[in-house]
Structures are given as structure tokens and as C-alpha cells.
């Protein structure tokens, strides 16, 4: 059974960063690709990230220039730094691992973003 664990969320003010990390429990490269999504209150979870097995990253609108995804392939880890955070980024932050007609899903990281 794959596992997904996040951790690195957090309490921070406006325009300060933060770096989640996303631990999976298979080598990273046997997916199709990694994914960040995050899910504010009263909201639907929606997508932030995604680094693919290529290492072609995309980005969400509302992230793009401020997130970077990457991964350690020897550390099994993908990496969300999330630079000049705001208060709208305040969510739980989940990791998904994908594969061709399957996700594995991760607990979830807070993240609040107040001053």
C-alpha cells in the first residue's frame, strides 16, 4: 500500500515563505506524477503543483511565480516552497501520487497565512 505524508505546514504572516514536503513511501519515479492540492475552508480542494516523472512542472494561476515544486528522488520527497505566501493561501495542503487510473492521497499540512 503506498503512503503519502506531508508535513512543513504552518503559522506564517503575509509575504513570508514556507517549504512543504511530501514524503511517498515508493520511488518517486514509478508516478506518473506528484501533485500539491490545497483546500480552504467551505472550499473544494483544488490544484496548486504538479511535477511529472519528466520533471515538467505546472503551476496553478494563482501560485504561478510565487510556488516552486521540485523533488529529491533519493529522499522520495517532492517539495512545495511557497514564497510570498497570502492570506489566501491559508488552506490544507495535500500531496497526491498518481498513477494511470489511481491516486494516493496524503493526511494533509495546514498552512495559515495571517498577520
Known amino acids: 500500500q503506498v503512503q503519502v505524508v506531508e508535513s512543513g505546514g504552518g503559522s506564517v504572516q503575509p509575504g513570508e515563505s514556507l517549504k512543504l514536503s511530501c514524503v511517498v513511501s515508493e520511488n518517486i519515479f514509478d508516478f506518473n506524477s506528484i501533485s500539491w492540492y490545497r483546500q480552504a475552508p467551505g472550499k473544494e480542494r483544488d490544484f496548486v503543483a504538479s511535477?511529472?516523472?519528466?520533471?515538467?512542472?505546472q503551476y496553478a494561476d494563482s501560485v504561478k511565480g510565487r510556488f516552486t515544486i521540485s523533488r529529491d528522488g533519493a529522499k522520495k520527497t517532492v517539495y512545495l516552497q511557497m514564497d510570498s505566501v497570502k492570506a489566501e493561501d491559508t488552506a490544507i495542503y495535500y500531496c497526491?501520487?498518481?498513477?494511470?487510473?489511481?491516486?494516493?492521497w496524503g493526511q494533509g499540512t495546514q498552512v495559515t497565512v495571517s498577520s
Open positions: 497526491r501520487a498518481n498513477i494511470p487510473f489511481r491516486y494516493y
Open positions: 511535477i511529472n516523472v519528466n520533471g515538467i512542472t
